[in-house]
Structure formats: C-alpha cells, structure tokens
C-alpha cells in the first residue's frame, strides 16, 4: 500500500518539522522556522503560536479529512520520526486509543502480518516488529530490556488505563508495583525519570524511563487536563495526534483540503442531501436509491471493477431509548416491506448485530443497519452510501456523528458511474435548512466543508403559506408525522415495494433523485479541478498565505515562458517520454566507497561542544535532543566487558546503523569503509568513539558526503559531453506566488508583490536593473520552491530578469560577507547553463569587489554594463 500523493506531502512536512527541531535551540524557534520556511506567518493573520502544553515535547498533528488514512500515515510516520531521533534512543511507540472499540481493532490491524498497517511498519523496521497488549506488557511477555533495545515496540494502550486523577492512580494496574518488570528497574540508571510515589517496577516507570513517541489516535478526545497529564505521566519524546477535526490549540503541521481526497478517489464525495414528505418516502426512497446503486455496482463489476455491496444506515429517531424492542420494530417495519432478515442488522449500544461481521466480505449479505449514534470512531466500512434519518419532521436531525461513516470510497478506486462516487442523506424535516446546517457540521467533524456538501431539494419552510400553483403540494399526513414506529409503515408503500420491487423499475421520486446526484456530482467535478492556471491555493491554508499573482501587463508572456533545464536521456516510458527531469541523486549512480579517501580528523569542534551543552538548558528544548542516561550507561558497560576486537567491531556495526538509516548505501560498502576509517585511528580517538557514537557517525557521513558531491561533479560534465544529459525548455513561472514576507515598492516586478528578503546589497544590484530602461520585468527566486539550475546540485539564482529585447538573464550575488565555498560550483554551473540554453539566456555571478571575484564573474559596475546592451 503506498502514500497517496497528499499523504506523501504530509510526510515530507513531518520530516522538514523534525529538520527544524534538530536545527533550532528550542520548540518555539523551531515552529517559527518550519513555518517560514513554507512562507506561513506563526502568530495573527497565519498558523496560531505553537503550544507547549507538554514541556519539552514535541506534539504536533496534521489536519487530514475522515477517509484520508490517518493510520496508515501514523504508521508512515513512525520510522522518519525515529530517523530524526539519536541512533540510540529506544524504538519504543505508545499508542492511544479512546475506546474499547477502537482499541481492538488498532491491536487487530496492527498484529495481523497481512494488513497494510503492520506490512508499513515490518517493511521500514525489517520485520523486527513487536506489537504489545496492556495484559502483554503487563505480564511481562517478551517484553524484556533486550528485546526494546532490538525491535520496535508498539504499546497499544487505551485512554482509560492511564488517564486518571493522580491521588487515585494506585488502582489502576500500570500505577502499581509488579514483580514481571523487575529486570527493568534493574536497569534502568536514571532515578530523576521516575515517577513520584509510584513503585519503581510500575508500568508507567517503564514507560517513562524509555520516553516513548506517542500517537494519540482521536485526539480530539483527549483535550482534558486528566489527559495532559497522562501524556505527561508517559514522559514522551514526541506526540503525534491523529484526529480530523484537531483542537484549537493544536500544533498542526499539516493541512489537506478534502478536495486532495476526492483527487485520490480516498471519499464518496460531494454528500447530496434530499429533504422528502414524509418518513414513508425517506424509507422507501433509501430503499429503491440503494438499489440504483447496487445495480451500477454489478454493472461496474462485471466490467471488471471491484465486489460492491451498498450499505444503507437507517438514523431512528434521536433520543430514543435504545431498548431492543424500539429497533426490532423498525427491523420487523423493514421485513413486511419485503427486505430478508438476514439483510438487516441492529447496531446499538445495547444491541449489536455486527459483532465481528465482515461487511466487506462478498458472503455477508447485510444492506441495511438500524442505528442512533453507534457508529462512531472506529467503525469503518467503504460500502456505506445512505444515511436515511427516520427523525420525525420537529425533531433536530442528528446526524453529525455518522455522517462521515458514509463517506470513505470503496478501495478508493474512481468509479465510472456517478452514483458509486457519491454519498447520500435522506431526511424528513420541517427546517431543512436547520438539517443542512447539521449536515453540515457533521462534515465539519470529519474535516470536511459546506462545499463539500449540495442540497438536492431546496428547503420547504414552515410553516408552510397558502399554496400556488408553482408551489409543491404537501400531502396531508405531512402536516404531523407519527411519532411511532408503527404507524411508519403504510399501505402505500408495502403496495410499492411489491409492484416495483427492490430492484425493479425505481419510482419517478427516485430518479429524479438519481438525475439530481449525477448532476450535482458532475458540478463538484468541475468546482474541484477548476480552472488548471489559476494558481491560487484552496482550503484552511489558503487563507494563512499572502497570494500575489503575476501583474496583467506581464502575465500573457511569462506564462508561456518555458525556462531550459537539464535532463536526463533514458529509455521511453509507456508514453514515449524518453527524458526525465535531472536531479543530483541521479549522478550517483556508479558512486562507490571502494577505494576512497578514509583520513578525517576527530577532534571534538568548539560548535559541536556548544550544542552539546546548549541542549541541557531550557524548557522548551525537546527531550529527546539531550543525552540519554539510559543508552549511553548501557552502551559503555556493555562495551566495558568486551575485547578490543570486539568492542571495534561493535562500535563500528553501531556507526554503520546511524550513517545507512535510510539503505542509501551497499551495506557491505559502509561496513568496509567505516573499518578503514577506524583502522587508522588511535587509541584515544577509540576511547572516545566508545560514547561518542553519534558525533564519529556524523563525521563520517560529511566525509562521504564530500566525496559523493564531487563524484556527482565530474560525472555531471562528463554525462553533459557524452549526450546523456540535455537542456530542454521546461520550467514553467506559477501563476501565484505565495512569500510571507513581501515588497511591492520596487517597480517592474513580475508579480503584484515579491519576496522581501534581500539583504542591502542585494537591493543595491537590484536598483541597478531595474534602473535599466531595456529592463522588462524581474523576479527574486525563491529558494528551494522556484526556479533552479539543476546539475551536480540545485542552485538557485538571485534574481531573474526579462529584457524587453528577449533575452532571459539569471543573476547570483555574491557581497562581502560571502565565501566562496560553493561560489566556484555555481558559477560553472551556470555559465555551462548559459551555453547550453541557447542564445537567448544569460547567466551571471556578481561580487561587490574585484578581489573578492572568481574568473567568469563580474563586478557590479562591470555587470551593468553588459546587462545595458542586452
């Protein structure tokens, strides 16, 4: 099962969090930093202010719609959370759950080797998976100090066992002494962890003492302050929370807008309301509407889609006492209308027909399920379309808690016909616009929006004015509509069903109701991809950005501006495209350690100590940064006991693990590098690897990393002379740019405001263009998010500048404050560019100074007047 295009930018988002928290000193800045980097303002008109609830942790969430797969991203997740995390710290999750429900069916998904879940988690962990039951922990089974330090732990916990009040928390089995844990007490070194007036072999010392990351699955449930402080009892690196509808003063990370599902075919969407009569015609249309459905399901199947079986949810009335007998009523109201009984199932509290039912399963004939608010969190199934409500016409209709049950798409597949991409309610009400507005919010409690949602019918108001011809006609029995189940079932409708049948000729209500789907759903389809050059971004994030379109006089030539970029030669895909965009990573190929340079030095750096001791300090400084007790005690004792052959090769294996994280490398390759390069050391430096494993990794990895830039370097140039890399006209100018810090005051500029993030020599140069009167129009690139020179690395110029004779000319910058480290690379680069564009583009690298120059640049004097007779 692989990430959806949303969910992959939602998990390069919790990397690039992670990349700001490793980076910045405390919580506060990282936030601050994540943010700007994506041009969001943190604090009034952008993302609120992150939230420290919990001291020194992490905790973070993504705003993803129901149906997004939530879970399966958690499990993404887990492993690039680890990746940002000391090579050392224990691969420990705890996973909470709100209810008894949900955590049956977490611990079911998460241990069943078959499921998408657990395949996740066993293909970024090797298989080395051990997922654990609060009885299993409890019990101590195999679950030991050894088989933490080898696997990766899944604890899966409800709210309930370690939520409450903390003068109570001795009768909670986690809160008490336990003889199975022992081993851990015993080694465990760090007393300051442990939990006061708890005895040191409690679950919750365990836990506490490995810090564990933990998901909080509905988070929106855990707001309390009973809840913060299970969190906090917990002592956590780090807390993700999976909920659609996240808090207000929740640190989101990331926000999808709904519409990012329909595109990945993840929901039934748009939610097409009908307001009938009478419950008589909500009952008979959700009826004769499910088999519209079914029919194009069997239809679709037969031409080689996908086992669709759909699934109608009958709301009974809200308030109802949920007594067996009220809903067998109902049960028995649907089997004189001719459905079989073992079609319908009651799901209640109280009641519960489903059990275990797989309602997936092509043997399982249930259609039709008779609930009030049962199915909540934790009760999923793709077949699930129509949500009949049998709420009288004065009640409120309650349907924000299910609404979202009927909006997941079956195996998120698009469907030919319209019917089997949408989802439907049928209601019988008075104030139809108070039930739209409830409609609504229950789309607001799965993340999704009114725009999500199209009225079918418009509303009849009450009470209702003297009828006119263009009016429609209420009959009678609509004036009052029973209040019991028994009067719901007429003659009208038995004699109906029985004409028509269930899958007979549908009446005219129900394909009018068909008609008005298709259409509404064909209308959502053109309202969602809109106008493809727009360029303005939708939803919640929308909002929080600064638009700033290309300006009128300019917009009609930049548009069809196609910058030349390099390309790599390769071999014809499926639609004939034989070239694919260059990117550094793919001039390693051939790369090798073998026979590399293995000398570096490993003396302890003035920066490297100053981080160091700039971690122990400070509230906000996220726990997981600081040096950990428990691995680095371990790691010397365990390494005391050993020979010195030994203790080499252990230390070497350990470096090996942090450096190849990610299986970038040939295993063999890293192991017989790292060998050499511990081969030449000397005894202190081996002394000193002992507890300063993850320095000596880092070390080496800018070492390969030296070496790896300039194997890509030569191999660039050597590919450029040989054809296999080619410069195509390719980058496209976006329509809107999206900066949070902007100037307009500049003239000539290509979009209503540009970046405002020039330094004053940088203006300078740029006064100097756009003094020019053979200057058209300039742009300031926009790092990592613009244009770029795509070679042996991205470089990205400063500004890029259209003459009014043609001529695109690209300038980099370089004031006095600036070395040349990566100067000379540039400036290659972009002259190579210069010539293999054409004639039309130009590139040029600018010092202040002449001294400070490289051969190929220009001074700024010398620079204005190339740039004048362009």
Not at 269 to 290: E, F, H, K
Not at 554 to 579: C, N
Request: charged share 25%; net charge negative.
């Amino acid at each position: 099962m692989e990430l959806k295009s949303y969910q992959t930018t939602v998990m390069n988002n919790l990397t690039a969090y992670l990349n700001s928290v490793n980076v910045e000193p405390d919580l506060f800045a990282a936030w601050k930093n994540y943010w700007m980097k994506q041009d969001v303002y943190v604090g009034f008109g952008g993302v609120p202010a992150y939230n420290n609830a919990i001291s020194g942790v992490p905790h973070i969430c993504t705003k993803v719609p129901t149906g997004g797969g939530k879970t399966f991203m958690a499990c993404a997740a887990v492993k690039r959370i680890f990746d940002a995390m000391p090579s050392d710290k224990p691969r420990v999750v705890v996973w909470l759950v709100p209810s008894d429900s949900i955590l049956n069916q977490t611990i079911k998904n998460l241990s069943e080797v078959t499921h998408p879940y657990r395949q996740r988690l066993d293909a970024d962990f090797a298989g080395r998976v051990a997922v654990y039951t609060k009885e299993m922990l409890l019990n101590g089974q195999n679950f030991s100090p050894d088989t933490v330090r080898e696997m990766l732990t899944v604890c899966i916990l409800s709210y309930g066992s370690l939520r409450i009040d903390s003068k109570k928390k001795d009768v909670r089995k986690v809160y008490q002494e336990n003889g199975n844990l022992l081993r851990f007490a015993e080694y465990f070194k760090d007393d300051d962890v442990l939990l006061a007036d708890t005895p040191d072999t409690a679950l919750i010392q365990v836990l506490r003492h490995l810090s564990p990351v933990t998901v909080v699955d509905e988070s929106h449930n855990a707001g309390s302050d009973l809840s913060v402080e299970m969190l906090n009892n917990l002592n956590p690196s780090l807390v993700l929370d999976l909920t659609a509808t996240p808090r207000r003063n929740s640190n989101i990370i990331s926000y999808v807008d709904a519409r990012e599902l329909k595109k990945e075919n993840m929901v039934k969407l748009p939610v097409v309301v009908y307001n009938r009569t009478t419950r008589q015609s909500v009952i008979q249309d959700a009826i004769q509407l499910r088999s519209s459905i079914e029919q194009q399901a069997e239809a679709e199947e037969k031409a080689g889609g996908p086992y669709n079986r759909p699934i109608v949810l009958f709301q009974a009335q809200p308030k109802t006492n949920e007594d067996s007998e009220t809903f067998d009523r109902v049960k028995s109201m649907l089997v004189d209308m001719g459905i079989p009984k073992e079609q319908i199932a009651i799901k209640t509290s109280k009641v519960d027909d489903l059990g275990k039912t797989d309602l997936m399963s092509r043997d399982c004939p249930i259609r039709y399920i008779i609930t009030v608010n049962a199915l909540k969190e934790g009760w999923d199934c793709s077949f699930a379309y129509i949500l009949a409500s049998l709420a009288n016409k004065t009640s409120t209709v309650d349907v924000e808690q299910i609404v979202g049950r009927i909006l997941r798409q079956p195996h998120a597949k698009k469907y030919s016909a319209a019917l089997l991409n949408t989802s439907y309610v049928l209601t019988c009400s008075n104030d139809f616009h108070n039930t739209l507005d409830n409609v609504v919010r229950g789309l607001n409690n799965a993340g999704f929006s009114r725009k999500d949602c199209y009225a079918a019918q418009e509303p009849v108001p009450a009470p209702m004015p003297e009828p006119t011809g263009a009016q429609m006609e209420i009959p009678p029995q609509a004036e009052g509509q029973p209040d019991s189940f028994d009067d719901i079932v007429s003659a009208e409708i038995k004699a109906s069903l029985e004409t028509q049948g269930e899958t007979g000729t549908a009446s005219p209500a129900v394909n009018e109701m068909v008609q008005a789907a298709t259409q509404q759903a064909a209308q959502y389809e053109g309202t969602m991809n809109g106008p493809a050059n727009s360029g303005f971004l939708g939803g919640e994030l929308g909002t929080m950005l600064k638009q700033n379109a290309m300006q009128p006089q300019f917009a009609e030539g930049a548009e069809k501006l196609r910058v030349p970029q390099f390309f790599l030669k390769t071999v014809p895909d499926l639609f004939g495209d034989e070239f694919s965009l260059l990117e550094p990573e793919n001039l390693s190929d051939g790369f090798s350690l073998s026979g590399q340079d293995a000398k570096i030095s490993f003396e302890l750096a003035t920066g490297e100590m100053y981080q160091v001791d700039i971690q122990e300090q400070g509230e906000a400084v996220p726990k997981y940064k600081r040096t950990s007790k428990l691995e680095s005690e371990y790691i010397r004792a365990k390494l005391a006991t050993m020979p010195q052959e030994q203790k080499i090769a252990q230390c070497t294996d350990m470096i090996c693990a942090q450096i190849n994280r990610n299986n970038r490398y040939a295993a063999a390759e890293i192991t017989d590098y790292v060998r050499r390069i511990v081969g030449n050391m000397k005894e202190d430096e081996i002394a000193a690897m002992e507890t300063a494993i993850p320095v000596y990794a880092q070390k080496i990895q800018k070492k390969i990393d030296t070496l790896e830039d300039s194997f890509r370097e030569e191999q660039f140039y050597r590919w450029l002379d040989s054809g296999k890399i080619v410069c195509r006209e390719s980058y496209a100018l976006p329509p809107v740019i999206t900066p949070a810090e902007t100037t307009d005051s500049i003239p000539n500029s290509l979009y209503e405001a540009e970046r405002d993030d020039m330094n004053p020599e940088e203006l300078n140069t740029l006064d100097v263009v756009v003094g020019m009167d053979n200057v058209l129009w300039w742009h300031r690139i926009i790092e990592k998010k613009d244009f770029r020179i795509n070679g042996c690395i991205n470089h990205y110029p400063d500004f890029m500048v259209m003459m009014k004779s043609g001529k695109l000319v690209l300038i980099e910058y370089k004031g006095a404050d600036r070395d040349n480290s990566n100067s000379k690379t540039k400036l290659k680069l972009g002259r190579k560019w210069q010539d293999k564009a054409g004639d039309t583009y130009r590139y040029f690298m600018v010092f202040k100074d002449r001294e400070l120059g490289l051969d190929g640049a220009y001074t700024l004097d010398q620079f204005a007047g190339i740039l004048k007779d362009l």
